[in-house]
């Protein structure tokens, strides 16, 4: 049976190393442990040992070259286990292995070829179309120690959907049988885990101060709780600028007549929508969402556009779908539509999910500039200001014009200041020259 | 004949215990989902040709059994007559009801059923060999292997005779042998030997290896090998079938084993049980990447995906423990995942039932394994010549024993043998799998006078301590 041999993680905020030596050839046999390949990383030169002895069939790499964690370096035949159809080592064999190994490198490396046994079915994702979309093998956490977790079915099917390994965490019950609670716990210890990074810090006695109530949250406001928190993860920039609305101002008193006799009524949020929505397919890193996991990008070939709505409830977002195809009026049916049944509480949750940026707007309760916290998984939000007459410097004289101050917090992992920037002076020009949205756009 | 062509969302192929819930859960999920089997109904070999028409004859068996017994209370009802096409009557009808059940399910959960025999043809088409007639090609986005499996055969033994018997003939109950052959004591030549003694025959089972019922423990095999060997004309452990030669006066038979006095033996019938073969050939998995192992099985991972990652394979095809409780649990796994739910395969046991006279049954580990595999453990037994319903069953023949980890008293194992084993062997699966330690099931109250009391109590002897029992001191 062949094995395909991946270098092993080298350690923390190691991504890549370059192979300084190969000190094996195609037809070597080697023993478990001998060293393949020296690689020199910015920290130092680590050797990596094969992890079972066989005969060497390939190898993947030569002197000179850059290797990230993961990937292949040789493939060995393993003589041993020819004998096992199945190929991948047992649980006792792998234990043995682990047990052995003198260097916390050579342990790696045999628990990374414990995870890439060679006719291990691949992990490729499932056929586009129909409603069925598989998720990656890989992201299903299972365990597979000897004996097994000391933890009822219940407990391990919800560690498996929160990704979770129910191996790695301590039970607290009798003979360590673990609880959701622990799983739970482990969660929130475990940033990579799913849970929060920071243990919560216990509240102080509020009553010393004095008189308090304590009142259970509403959904929304859990919800928004949850929201906010996974949103604030992101490293937020947030940059503020005006925009001279007078023209767009005049334009809105004109048209809004024909607009309500469409059904709509014609709001400047109605108008920036539409500029913001072009302004996404013009920059799609501001459309995206990040895979941390994966180091993945994933850019979005639509543009849906939520509104952040105060209710009676709180806060909710109702998405308008494809804002980037809509005419002016097209939204403002569509957005005036969705406010009534905000406020009424009758949106689904589809009518609340599925969008790739928030708009949210202040200006009605006379707010000028704030920070916006991303509404995750999106990169990007964009508060609105209330607009006042400022006198503005034009042509040598100063001049009343309407301003709306703008406010866009980003996500700076995957949109820099520059970019950003840029993405916020187009949606103000777009503003201040609706016809740029008609040249570029 | 050209074929016509359908297209679906989830195609299962096999309706047996894992196809049929399967499909039945992917369609409550929302999936467009087709099953395709040569039977009239969902229900496979379970359902028409193994479990469930080989216990309805087990329970005439007890029947005819229990009677006998009652002689010795002083009720006497004299020898059974059977009617055989009475019995067969209603072992059909039972089969009819539960799979005509099934086919109503199947209607109104509008899972497209087609009848015939599929074939893959390319990774996204299956070739469906219609019973009505004709070949409908299916065209699928995703696809559930579930072929179940068939019964081995011996090269030498020519098959085709109608002398030589599988367990879908036996189940057939065509006749009843004077004297019929058993090849195989494992658990499906020991339930089928029972039913046929009872109907009359008189039965040689040979075992070619050391025990029957290889799996389980030895001491929970000795009161169902005690039994057989009463019940049975006889048994016979390391001994095998050399030579089988068809005569007029019936099949010559040449054993060959320690100290066999009259190695050459004449028989009506032979019943071939030694084991079962996954339905891995034949069904065109060369047209696609799903690979097999050296023994046959299709390998899967732990959501039961195959090398094909729109392919999944559940069930007696992928390997053992080859029973229908494991199958359905992989179909509930591979439905869910094709629905998009994290599920993975991960059962911490499955019981295995023997349904003879008394029933087998364990889940867990076994002592034995437990020896083997090097795993620490500490064994509790309790003898049902202790237990008070046992003695007023007049069925003492029966032991429950439970395996444990003595680091920190978890139940890695339960076994029990004696009358209604099979159904007490549930506590145990569940105490594993919540991981029960012994004094959890010692401090759980059983209802008294019940054979579940066997399972609290031999709990309480691994602390030391039972009321009804007091173990010699190791």
């Avoid at chain 2, 237990?387 to 007023?392: K, W, Y």
Wanted: aromatic share 4%; with cysteine; glycine share 10%.
């Amino acid at each position: 049976m062949a094995v395909v041999f991946k270098l092993p993680d080298l350690g923390e905020n190691i991504e890549s190393a370059e192979v300084v030596n190969v000190l094996v050839a195609v037809g070597d046999v080697i023993q478990a442990e001998q060293t393949i390949i020296e690689v020199e990383t910015d920290k130092a030169v680590t050797d990596v040992p094969a992890p079972i002895g066989g005969k060497v069939l390939e190898l993947a790499v030569a002197v000179g070259d850059q290797v990230a964690a993961g990937q292949i370096i040789a493939t060995i035949e393993d003589v041993s286990a020819g004998s096992t159809a199945a190929g991948a080592p047992s649980p006792e064999s792998a234990a043995a292995d682990r047990g052995s190994t003198t260097s916390s490198a050579s342990a790696r490396a045999a628990s990374a070829a414990d995870a890439s046994p060679a006719d291990a079915p691949p992990s490729a994702p499932a056929t586009r179309g129909g409603k069925i979309s598989l998720p990656e093998q890989a992201a299903v956490v299972t365990s597979a120690s000897d004996r097994p977790v000391q933890a009822a079915p219940s407990v391990r099917k919800f560690a498996r959907e929160i990704g979770v390994d129910i191996a790695a965490v301590a039970g607290s019950g009798p003979a360590g049988r673990v609880s959701i609670d622990d799983v739970k716990a482990h969660a929130r210890r475990t940033p990579s885990g799913g849970g929060r990074a920071a243990p919560r810090k216990a509240l102080p006695d509020f009553q010393k101060w004095g008189e308090i109530e304590r009142r259970s949250m509403s959904n929304v406001r859990k919800k928004t709780a949850l929201q906010m928190e996974s949103g604030w993860q992101a490293p937020h920039v947030t940059l503020h600028d005006k925009a001279d609305v007078t023209a767009l101002e005049q334009f809105r008193q004109q048209f809004k007549a024909t607009v309500e006799k469409a059904g709509g009524k014609l709001t400047i949020t109605a108008m920036l929508l539409k500029i913001v929505s072009v302004a996404l397919r013009k920059f799609p890193e501001l459309n995206c969402s990040i895979d941390v996991s994966q180091h993945e990008i994933i850019y979005k070939r639509y543009v849906n556009v939520g509104v952040a709505a105060d209710t009676d409830r709180g806060l909710v977002v109702p998405v308008v779908l494809n804002s980037d195809k809509k005419t002016v009026t097209e939204l403002s049916v569509e957005l005036t539509e969705l406010a009534t049944r905000a406020r009424q509480g009758k949106l689904s949750l589809e009518e609340m999910t599925g969008g790739t940026f928030t708009i949210t707007n202040l200006g009605g309760i006379g707010i000028g500039h704030f920070t916006p916290i991303i509404n995750d998984p999106e990169v990007a939000i964009l508060g609105v200001g209330r607009s006042n007459y400022e006198p503005v410097y034009v042509d040598g004289g100063f001049q009343p014009r309407l301003m709306m101050p703008l406010s866009l917090s980003f996500d700076h992992r995957i949109v820099d200041g520059a970019g950003g920037a840029r993405f916020l002076r187009w949606i103000v020009e777009g503003i201040q020259q609706p016809l740029l949205l008609a040249m570029e756009g | 004949m050209n074929a016509t062509k359908t297209t679906t969302q989830l195609l299962v192929l096999g309706g047996g215990p894992g196809g049929y819930p399967a499909a039945f859960l992917a369609a409550d999920l929302g999936l467009e989902v087709t099953l395709v089997d040569a039977k009239p109904n969902p229900g496979g070999i379970c359902l028409f040709e193994g479990c469930i028409p080989s216990k309805t004859l087990l329970h005439v068996a007890k029947l005819i059994h229990e009677a006998a017994q009652a002689e010795k209370m002083g009720v006497t009802f004299g020898p059974p007559s059977v009617d055989l096409d009475k019995l067969r009557y209603f072992k059909n009808g039972v089969v009819g009801k539960l799979t005509g059940g099934l086919g109503v399910l199947k209607s109104k959960r509008k899972v497209n059923f087609v009848r015939g025999r599929g074939i893959i043809q390319s990774p996204h088409t299956v070739e469906v060999d219609l019973q009505e007639g004709g070949k409908q090609l299916i065209e699928f986005e995703h696809l559930i292997i579930a072929t179940g499996s068939s019964p081995t055969r011996l090269p030498f033994l020519d098959h085709s005779s109608p002398h030589i018997w599988d367990s879908t003939n036996a189940l057939e109950l065509r006749e009843v042998p004077r004297r019929l052959l058993i090849i195989g004591g494992g658990y499906i030549g020991m339930e089928m030997g029972t039913v046929y003694a009872a109907l009359g025959s008189e039965v040689t089972v040979v075992e070619a290896l050391g025990s029957i019922i290889a799996a389980a423990d030895p001491d929970l095999v000795a009161p169902v090998a005690d039994r057989a060997r009463h019940i049975f004309h006889e048994l016979r452990v390391d001994t095998k079938v050399v030579e089988v030669v068809q005569q007029a006066d019936g099949l010559h038979v040449r054993l060959l084993g320690l100290d066999i006095e009259n190695p050459q033996r004449v028989y009506d019938k032979i019943l071939v049980c030694v084991g079962r073969q996954p339905n891995s050939k034949n069904i065109g998995l060369e047209n696609t990447s799903v690979q097999v192992d050296a023994r046959g099985f299709i390998v899967t991972d732990h959501q039961r995906r195959t090398a094909e990652p729109h392919i999944f394979a559940i069930g007696d095809v992928t390997g053992e423990p080859m029973l229908a409780h494991k199958a359905t649990y992989e179909g509930r796994v591979a439905a869910e995942v094709l629905a998009g739910k994290p599920s993975a395969y991960d059962p911490k046991c499955i019981p295995a039932v023997v349904f003879t006279d008394p029933e087998l049954a364990w889940v867990g580990i076994t002592e034995t394994e437990a020896l083997n595999r090097n795993i620490p453990f500490k064994i509790a037994a309790f003898p049902w010549s202790a237990a008070g319903r046992a003695t007023s069953l007049d069925r003492n023949d029966g032991l429950t024993k439970m395996i444990v980890d003595p680091n920190d008293e978890v139940i890695l194992g339960i076994g029990i043998v004696g009358v209604g084993a099979g159904e007490l062997i549930a506590e145990g699966a569940l105490a594993i799998e919540m991981g029960c330690t012994v004094t959890d099931l010692k401090m759980t109250v059983h209802a008294h006078p019940t054979l579940s009391e066997t399972v609290m109590e031999s709990a309480e002897v691994y602390h030391g301590h039972s009321a009804h029992y007091m173990p010699r001191k190791r």
